[in-house]
């Protein structure tokens, strides 16, 4: 019913920026938030920042001050500005966005993931 679509990764060096981009398409109904996972080889996947439905963020600790997340107008594309990059945020990102159905049980999709690769 619903795709998420990723793109922006890429190869930057140390210190440098990329804009993650996430575009939903299908029915889109029932959503909590949406988020931006991140997973390195041989690393649990980490959650990096959320938005809700209502527009308030979080983020992990590690990206407090240097990623943005942000959604348009349409609730259809989800962002994820990221600057300053560090060797450490090297890792394959991956947009999701869940809710609960009508009879109350959890949901959520995810997008297949973009590159992103920091360079010392």
């Known amino acids: 019913q619903v795709q998420l679509v990723e793109s922006g990764g890429g190869l930057v060096q140390a210190g440098g920026s990329l804009r993650l981009a996430c575009v939903a398409s299908?029915?889109?109904?029932?959503?909590?938030?949406m988020d931006w996972y991140r997973q390195a080889p041989g690393k649990e996947r980490e959650l990096v920042a959320r938005?809700?439905?209502?527009?308030?963020?979080n983020y992990a600790d590690s990206v407090k001050g240097r990623f943005t997340i942000s959604r348009d107008n349409t609730k259809n594309t989800l962002y994820l500005q990221m600057n300053t990059l560090k060797p450490e945020d090297t890792a394959v990102y991956s947009c999701?966005?869940?809710?609960?159905?009508?009879?109350?049980?959890?949901?959520?999709?995810w997008g297949q993931g973009t590159q992103v690769t920091v360079s010392s």
């Open positions: 938005i809700t439905s209502s527009g308030l963020t």
């Open positions: 999701s966005a869940w809710g609960d159905s009508r009879d109350g049980v959890r949901f959520d999709y």
């Open positions: 299908g029915t889109f109904s029932n959503i909590n938030a």
